[in-house]
């Protein structure tokens, strides 16, 4: 699956990880420019890598366990997944594929339709910090689906409602050359179940 193929194209890959610090040093050593923490509101932190086609990789780890915890008890999906991933599989991995949306409630309600969504819909604003130090709020909201048996993977749609006000150029300058996302390859026991929740998200 290319960037430019359909109305859903990729946004990001989730990479669940332990240490932010192990990961960007990881990176770094690949030759990425990995950009400044992030924090969500809800416990969980990452350091992405921008690419130019408008794709990224998302490390994410647990920077509060406490706000972790309390965002399950409140059926946030996005954690509740994360959760569940790292208990069935570790700490590091590939979680989520999460395509890019015009509009998200849409998307939820053909998640509903087909019978894959995973919960309710999630939004929120998280500081976005370039390398120059400039500084910008991002919105984010969320449509999430999932094969019913799943515990190791799941998908996403992403409407940016906020984009920041700051320049990726440097952020997206890797030192090995790396400009997009050329392919996934998803590995699956049920490749039926799982081609069908891809084709629905994909729309």
Known sequence: MTRTTGTHPLDHLVLPTQSLEVARARLAALGFVVAPTGIHPFGTENCCVFLADGAYLEPLAIGDERAATQAIAESNVFVTRDRIYRESNGDEGFSAMVLATGNVDADHARYLEAGISAGDMLSFSRAFTDTAGKSDIASFKLAFAAGAEATDA??????????????????????????????????????????????????
Do not use: W
């Open 154 to 203: 799941f998908l996403f749609a992403c409407e940016r409602v906020n984009a920041p006000d700051v320049d990726r150029t440097a952020l997206q300058a890797h030192a090995n050359g790396a400009t997009g996302i050329v392919e996934i390859v998803a590995v699956s026991d049920a490749p039926g179940e799982q081609h069908r929740l891809i084709s629905v998200a994909v729309d």
